[in-house]
């Protein structure tokens, strides 16, 4: 069994790290360094994705009574664009809306880990996962780290204004408020590592390489989560 942060549940042979940093800090890249190596990358924000397409889904049923038919697509499903404009300008509401939908997450994922197989090592990247069930899950957890000025130059790159870059991350924990938050769950010895994203991708790709194969030089053979 690992030292890690899993719980009790199916055995398995393979690590599961938790990739998670605030809005803009680089965690995809970080993930998609991962996959190279061959781990299964399991995108959280992508299972949302999916999970707010299914129009009939008890989950976007939830959503809409909670905050209205305008954050409704045409066709049933959910409207990120519309939905996001509502909880991202309001703290309350947001927290609301992950109440709803956390716990769908977490079993979409937990799901997607039992269908892959048990010696294939597999990462969930999450912007959420330490405050939700999720860390439950993992041998470790990175942190990933950037600079505001970086969070803000990638968030205009993807089309988010000034404005609203800087009210998404001015609702985000610190880096600190998140470890908190993990040692409050897990204790003071919960594996955690910060991921500094200062410098090239080559930088941030040598990093990865070289926390993966330690992690894996001390990880145990079996496992529970």
Same mark, same amino acid.
């Given at each position: 069994m690992s030292d890690g942060l899993q719980g009790a549940g199916r055995r398995r042979e393979a690590p599961v790290v938790g990739i998670t940093g605030n809005i803009g800090t680089g965690k995809s890249t970080v993930a998609k360094f991962l996959a190279e190596l061959g781990v299964h990358v399991v995108d959280a924000d992508q299972v949302v994705h999916d999970l707010y397409r299914d129009s009939d889904s008890l989950l976007v049923q939830a959503v809409a009574?909670?905050? @209205? +038919?305008?954050?409704?697509a045409q066709d049933g499903s959910l409207d990120r664009a519309a939905l996001g404009r509502v909880v991202f300008n309001d703290a309350a509401a947001l927290e609301k809306l992950e109440l709803i939908v956390? $716990? =769908?997450?977490?079993? =979409?994922?937990?799901?997607?880990?039992?269908?892959?197989?048990?010696?294939? $090592?597999? =990462?969930?990247? =999450?912007?959420?996962?330490?405050?939700?069930?999720?860390?439950?899950?993992?041998?470790a957890v990175w942190v990933v780290v950037a600079t505001s000025e970086s969070q803000r130059e990638r968030l205009s790159a993807k089309g988010m204004s000034p404005a609203e870059s800087q009210r998404r991350l001015d609702m985000q924990p610190s880096v600190e408020d998140k470890v908190a938050r993990l040692r409050q769950?897990? @204790?003071?010895? #919960? $594996?955690?590592?910060?991921?500094?994203?200062? @410098?090239?991708?080559?930088?941030?790709? #040598?990093?990865?390489? +070289?926390?993966? #194969?330690?992690?894996?030089?001390?990880?145990?053979?079996?496992?529970?989560?």
């Open positions: 009574a909670e905050f @209205g +038919g305008e954050v409704l956390h $716990p =769908a997450v977490v079993t =979409a994922v937990r799901q997607e880990l039992d269908r892959t197989p048990a010696h294939i $090592p597999c =990462a969930i990247e =999450a912007i959420k996962l330490i405050e939700s069930d999720l860390v439950m899950m993992l041998d769950k897990r @204790g003071p010895l #919960s $594996p955690v590592t910060r991921i500094d994203n200062v @410098g090239t991708l080559a930088d941030l790709k #040598s990093t990865v390489r +070289g926390l993966w #194969s330690t992690m894996q030089a001390t990880i145990h053979d079996t496992k529970e989560y």
